[in-house]
């Protein structure tokens, strides 16, 4: 029976796969080239959203089991403190130094709670990506076939989104986009099941 975070998300983007096999068929016989372009953020949009929606669901789950700062691993501290970190940018005054001690402190006398930001930095690209697998302990290696179509995506989607029509790609190429986004997006409901399934977030005893 696979956990009921996993569940959530797949009941929540269930919807993602009837709206990218509609993005295969040009059902008013648009202008092919044009609708291929238009297809291209929209496929993004869809890996994007679905990754965003997936670690709140995930967040927002480990908010519900109160853990302790003493049992979880290190990186979900380092997420738990989020922005605290930015007062230790560049040269410190003794009251940024306060300010971070004190929130280190506030941390550790209550249960872990995470923000629901999750930052792609609006281009979630291979390189975003890992930096996210690294962050919740997710293999990214597992993605190795469908990052260079996901960087393709990240790439063309820029490009229209600042006016260049250059970007011509075929219905082929379509297809082949959906399919991978379509394999990146099971991959990292895998990835986060695992991560429940093994209790991921706990401190590993050694």
């Known amino acids: 029976m696979p956990h009921e975070v996993v569940i959530e998300i797949q009941e929540d983007n269930n919807w993602r796969d009837g709206e990218l096999a509609k993005f295969k068929i040009n059902p008013h016989n ?10 291209i953020p929209m496929i993004y949009a869809h890996w994007e959203g679905y990754v965003v929606n997936s670690l709140r669901a995930l967040v927002g789950h480990l908010n519900k089991l109160q853990l302790s700062p003493n049992d979880v691993d290190t990186k979900l501290i380092v ?10 940018s560049g040269k410190q005054s003794f009251e940024q130094k306060v300010e971070f001690t004190n929130k280190f402190i506030d941390l550790f006398d209550n249960a872990m709670k995470f923000r629901k930001d999750i930052d ?19 293999n990214f290696e597992v993605f190795s076939n469908v990052v260079t179509d996901i960087d393709r995506i990240v790439t063309f989607r820029n490009k229209i989104a600042h006016g260049e ?3 011509l790609p075929d219905t082929d190429s379509i297809e082949t ?9 099971d991959i990292f409901l895998e990835e986060i099941s695992k991560f429940l399934l093994n209790e991921s977030y706990l401190k590993k005893v050694a």
């Open 120 to 138: 792609t930095k609006s281009n979630l690209n291979s390189k975003v990506l890992k930096d996210l697998c690294k962050i919740f302990g997710f």
């Open 79 to 88: 997420i738990g403190l989020g922005k605290a970190y930015n007062s230790l």
């Open 165 to 167: 029509n250059s970007i």
């Open 177 to 185: 986009y959906i399919l991978s986004i379509t394999k990146a997006t």
């Open 30 to 39: 648009v202008d092919q080239e044009l609708w291929n372009r238009m297809c």
